[in-house]
């Protein structure tokens, strides 16, 4: 069974660069972790199992869907007791933007934030 990845893809004249979903999962997640109030992100084994085989860890928190040359994601995270989680949720979502658009130079479409629990200890020192 091959996988299958999606890339957005930069063409110019000395060539093309394809940036994998993979790596998008990842500027989003280091993105969304150092945000005040996220204990962690959250394994979301409520999905195919397929995609669950083929992904790896920090995929299971973070989704990046790339259509042509935009990309939006579905973030789960679980927030630290005490938080607002609507503030939360913000933060995330400008925190993962930011980030995006400064490494690749596109600002996604769309940052779905979901808030899947909330842990009774603090997160220690980020």
Same mark, same amino acid.
Do not use: H, W
């Given at each position: 069974?091959? $996988? ?17 979903? =993979?790596?998008?999962?990842?500027? %989003? ?18 999905? =195919? #199992? ?6 790896? !860890?920090?995929? @299971? ?6 259509? +042509? ?5 579905? #973030? ?9 989680? !609507?503030?939360?949720? +913000?933060?995330?979502? @400008? %925190?993962?933007?930011? !980030? ?8 996604? $479409?769309?940052?779905?934030? @979901? ?7 603090? !997160?220690? =020192?980020?």
């Amino acid at each position: 069974m091959s $996988e299958t990845k999606d890339y957005i893809t930069y063409a110019d004249e000395g060539g093309s660069v394809s940036i994998s979903e =993979d790596v998008l999962t990842v500027i %989003a997640g280091g993105a969304a972790a150092e945000v005040e109030g996220v204990y962690a992100l959250y394994p979301s084994y409520g999905r =195919d #199992i397929g995609e669950l085989l083929r992904k790896k !860890a920090l995929s @299971r928190s973070i989704r990046a869907v790339v259509k +042509e040359s935009s990309v939006s994601f579905d #973030i789960f995270v679980v927030a630290e007791i005490g938080c607002a989680l !609507a503030k939360l949720g +913000e933060g995330i979502q @400008r %925190a993962v933007s930011e !980030a995006v658009e400064a490494s690749i130079g596109v600002k996604p $479409e769309a940052v779905n934030v @979901r808030i899947c629990g909330v842990s009774l200890k603090k !997160a220690k =020192d980020k």
